[in-house]
C-alpha cells in the first residue's frame, strides 16, 4: 500500500508570513505532485517533480515555490504568504508505467492566511 | 491545455437509487480517463480507470464507460448506499499531470 504523509495538517500564519509544507513518500515513486484543493474549482496542480533535484511548473505556481530534496521528499514553499493561498494542499505520488499512472494522495494539509 | 467538466453538486440520493455523474472532456492528446473519490477527511483515492474508448471500467459496483466520439466518461451506479457519501472526481492524464473534474459531492440518505 503507497504512503504519502504530511505535515503539518494544520496552518495558520498571517499574511506576509513563511511557510513550508512537507511531503513524503516511502514507496519509491519517482513523481511527486502539490495540489491545491478549493471548492469550486477541485484540484489543481501546483507543481511537481519526476526525481531528486528536479521541478515541473503545474498549473498554478504563482506564489509558490518547490524543492524535492530526495526521492522520498518534496516541499511546498510560500515565502510570503497571502489570503488567497488559504486552501487545502494535497501531496500526491506516482510511478508511472507507459499511460496509466495511479496517484497516491496524502491526508493534506490545511492552510490558513489571516 | 486539457479540460474537464462534470456535473455540478452537490447531489442528494435516497439509498437505493441510481447515480449518475456526467463527465465530459476536451484534450488534444488520446486522454487515460479515471474516476477518484474522495471521503470525509481523506485524500482523494483512485476509484478505477477507464482503459479505452467504448470500453467500461468499474469497481465496488461503480462504472463508467468511455465514449471516444461523445468525449464522455459517465460515473454510474445502479443502487447506491449511505457508505457511498463522498466526493467524485472525473480525472484525465495528459503526460504524467492528471487534469481533475471540480468534484461532484454525493449525499446518500438512509
Known amino acids: 500500500e503507497a504512503a504519502v504523509t504530511q505535515s503539518p495538517r494544520n496552518k495558520v500564519t498571517v499574511t506576509g508570513g513563511n511557510v513550508t509544507l512537507s511531503c513524503r513518500q516511502t514507496n519509491s515513486h519517482n513523481y511527486m505532485y502539490w495540489y491545491r484543493q478549493d471548492t469550486g474549482h477541485g484540484l489543481r496542480l501546483i507543481h511537481y517533480?519526476?526525481?531528486?533535484?528536479?521541478?515541473q511548473i503545474g498549473d498554478v505556481p504563482d506564489g509558490y515555490k518547490a524543492t524535492r530534496t530526495t526521492q522520498e521528499d518534496f516541499f511546498l514553499l510560500l515565502e510570503l504568504a497571502s489570503p488567497s493561498q488559504t486552501s487545502l494542499y494535497f501531496c500526491?505520488?506516482?510511478?508511472?508505467?507507459?499511460?496509466?499512472?495511479?496517484?497516491?494522495f496524502g491526508p493534506g494539509t490545511r492552510l490558513t492566511v489571516l | 491545455g486539457d479540460s474537464v467538466t462534470q456535473t455540478e453538486g452537490p447531489v442528494t440520493l435516497s439509498e437505493g437509487t441510481s447515480l449518475t455523474v456526467n463527465c465530459s472532456y476536451e484534450t488534444k492528446q488520446y486522454p487515460t480517463l479515471f474516476w477518484y473519490v474522495q471521503y470525509p477527511g481523506e485524500g482523494p483515492q483512485l476509484l478505477f480507470k477507464v482503459p479505452k474508448a467504448n470500453e467500461k471500467g468499474s469497481n465496488r459496483g461503480f462504472e463508467a464507460t468511455y465514449n471516444k466520439e461523445a468525449t464522455s466518461f459517465h460515473l454510474q451506479k445502479a443502487s447506491v448506499q449511505e457508505s457511498d457519501s463522498a466526493v467524485y472526481y472525473c480525472?484525465?492524464?495528459?503526460?504524467?499531470?492528471?487534469?481533475f473534474g471540480t468534484g461532484t459531492s454525493l449525499l446518500v440518505d438512509p
Open positions: 480525472a484525465l492524464m495528459g503526460g504524467y499531470k492528471l487534469t
Open positions: 500526491a505520488s506516482s510511478a508511472p508505467t507507459g499511460n496509466y499512472a495511479e496517484q497516491f
Open positions: 517533480s519526476y526525481g531528486a533535484g528536479n521541478l
